[in-house]
């Protein structure tokens, strides 16, 4: 994607820097919590199941919230619904820092769920409104902030888990903190035009049957996505810093394919089509997993493998929920975003279960399994999703699909 001809994409109003500064940050909690997961059951003396439940609190209020986002955005404004968004991650990551209990966590992490949500789900259509350049130098700066953001943010929580498990948390603390005095400023409000919508439109959403198929794939999907990202870093068996690095790798070939080359598969193929065949790679991925868990090295290779089909993934997925129906693409996004975190919330504690029951290897094959029903889930419901084929996506929903695929 281009800004165009003539255009500067990185001059842009100190509004937009402030909202692209505060999206980096948001998006580094994708990672954050991963390299300390072990040293959180360590100190505060939780099990696996215990401690995933960070994920499993975290996703369920993301996604719940998700249904009821768009309804106050168009109602108090997208600057209100930013610093809410922003101010909730801020109180509830001090909280976590603070906490003295694995439960204390879990629930803080909930509240750090509903900021996230809210945040997330304004921030690509303030930093359109606010650019110069037109939407297309928007959404460059757009995915450099995401890009940025996904890539550091396990590199950030292994440096300052290596002090305190409860780092990561401080620093999430001071940085949004920074974006929240930089929105409030420098971000203009009250000028904008509002059209109210009902708070049932991502329930109606989704009795379209094209969604509907959508949905129920992507929450298996999900499952897979988690197991990757919240498991993998027990059987790594590394210290905060090692796996650090190993999801900073995870974060930078995520980024890389869900920005650039997810467009150049979907200029050669149908987004079913495509689906159907990155979907079985990343099943295959997940078993080779489960078959080299006690192998480092190899371990290692399927985590960044698996990041590079993931980021395929998210942006297909999302892009054909926006073509699946004629509604406003807020309320597809959220419908959809909804079913999908359940299969994010429930993946890391049952992963987490089947390792204590049997082995480290089994959590990978649930995961491979759940993603090969996904594919089936695509392949059997083709015929309702064949409206999503026939229409070519335009830089601003690619870059839309980028931002719902990757929020999690």
Request: glycine share 10%; hydrophobic share 60%; net charge neutral.
């Amino acid at each position: 994607m281009s800004a165009g001809s003539g255009v500067n994409v990185w001059r842009q109003p100190a509004q937009v820097w402030a909202v692209a500064f505060a999206s980096v940050i948001a998006f580094m909690g994708i990672g954050l919590v991963d390299p300390i997961l072990p040293a959180i059951a360590e100190s505060l003396q939780a099990t696996p199941v215990e401690t995933e439940l960070l994920f499993t609190s975290y996703l369920v209020v993301t996604g719940l919230a998700m249904l009821v986002t768009s309804w106050i955005s168009s109602r108090i404004g997208t600057k209100a619904t930013l610093l809410i968004g922003l101010g909730l991650i801020v109180v509830f990551a001090l909280l976590c820092a603070l906490a003295g209990s694995v439960d204390a966590v879990i629930g803080f992490r909930a509240g750090w769920g509903l900021g996230n949500a809210l945040f997330i789900s304004t921030a690509l259509a303030t930093i359109v409104g606010a650019a110069s350049g037109g939407s297309a130098a928007a959404i460059i700066l757009y995915e450099a902030a995401l890009g940025l953001g996904i890539a550091i943010g396990p590199l950030l929580g292994g440096f300052l888990g290596e002090i305190s498990w409860r780092g990561p948390f401080f620093g999430v603390v001071a940085l949004m903190a920074i974006a929240f005095i930089a929105v409030s400023v420098l971000l203009r409000g009250g000028d904008e035009k509002r059209t109210p919508v009902p708070l049932s439109a991502p329930f109606k959403a989704l009795r379209q049957p094209a969604l509907a198929v959508l949905a129920v794939a992507a929450l298996f999907y999900n499952i897979g996505f988690f197991v990757l990202l919240a498991f993998s870093p027990f059987p790594l068996g590394f210290g905060a810093m090692g796996i650090g690095l190993t999801f900073f790798g995870w974060g930078v070939a995520l980024a890389i394919t869900s920005v650039w080359v997810a467009p150049i598969l979907l200029r050669r193929f149908a987004r079913t089509t495509a689906l159907l065949m990155v979907l079985p790679l990343l099943a295959i991925d997940l078993l080779v997993a489960a078959v080299f868990v006690d192998t480092a090295a190899a371990l290692i290779a399927c985590i960044i493998v698996g990041g590079l089909l993931l980021g395929m993934v998210n942006t297909i997925l999302t892009e054909s929920v926006m073509e699946a129906t004629d509604l406003p693409r807020s309320v597809a996004s959220s419908a959809y975003s909804a079913v999908r975190f359940l299969g994010g919330a429930a993946a890391p504690p049952i992963a987490a279960a089947l390792w204590h029951a049997f082995n480290a290897s089994v959590p990978f094959v649930f995961a491979a399994l759940s993603v090969l029903i996904s594919a089936l889930t695509i392949l059997f419901g083709r015929r309702a999703l064949a409206r999503i084929d026939g229409h070519e996506a335009d830089a601003e929903e690619e870059a839309t699909a980028v931002l719902y695929g990757d929020a999690a």
